[in-house]
């Protein structure tokens, strides 16, 4: 593993997630907030998903793909020394569960643009960023060396 700067650690001296792996996280997060925020938009006459999938069924596919992404978020949060057995499990496979969750979500945001039968410029955003996601998270050192990382057991 690599060594860097001082200000990359936590206070436990495990590598803190980078700023660029918190923002794709987040972003194959995003389907477990947009299908809430599409249930109470929908109450007002407003079709959030509309923007984003085709048809619900591609939104509900989009929330599946974003469970793995979810899963390491959760972990990420309980990334402490305490931390149980599962925390430290999701973490240890916390690229693969990345490379899963965005190959997954590239996947469906193609599907729902094929089953639209036209390509719209929020269309093509999702399908670059995903694409970059995806690239980010497969090539990216720093965050292969960030789940390499958590902090020991008291008294270990």
């Known amino acids: ?8 650690y936590d206070n436990d001296f495990t590598l803190k997630l980078s700023l660029g792996s918190a923002f794709w ?13 599409h249930l109470y938009m929908e109450k007002k006459s407003i079709d959030l998903a509309d923007f ?10 989009a ?3 974003a469970l ?6 959760v972990a990420w949060i309980r990334r402490h020394p305490s931390a149980g057995s ?3 499990l999701v973490w240890a496979n916390g690229k693969s569960l990345l490379i899963f969750s965005a190959s997954l979500n590239l996947l469906v945001i193609i599907w729902s643009v094929v089953d639209r039968k036209q390509v719209s410029n929020p269309d093509l955003i999702q ?6 996601c995806l690239f980010y ?19 270990s």
């Open 25 to 37: 996280l987040a972003f194959l997060c995003r389907g477990t907030l947009i299908m809430p925020a």
């Open 137 to 155: 998270v497969v090539r990216s050192v720093r965050l292969r060396d960030t789940f390499k990382s958590f902090p020991e057991l008291p008294g």
């Open 63 to 65: 929330m599946i793909s």
């Open 127 to 132: 399908i670059v960023v995903s694409f970059y």
């Open 68 to 73: 793995p992404a979810l899963a390491v978020f």
């Open 86 to 88: 599962l925390p430290r």
């Open 52 to 61: 984003f999938y085709a048809t619900d069924l591609h939104l509900l596919a």
């Open 1 to 8: 593993m690599k060594f860097y700067s001082i200000e990359s």
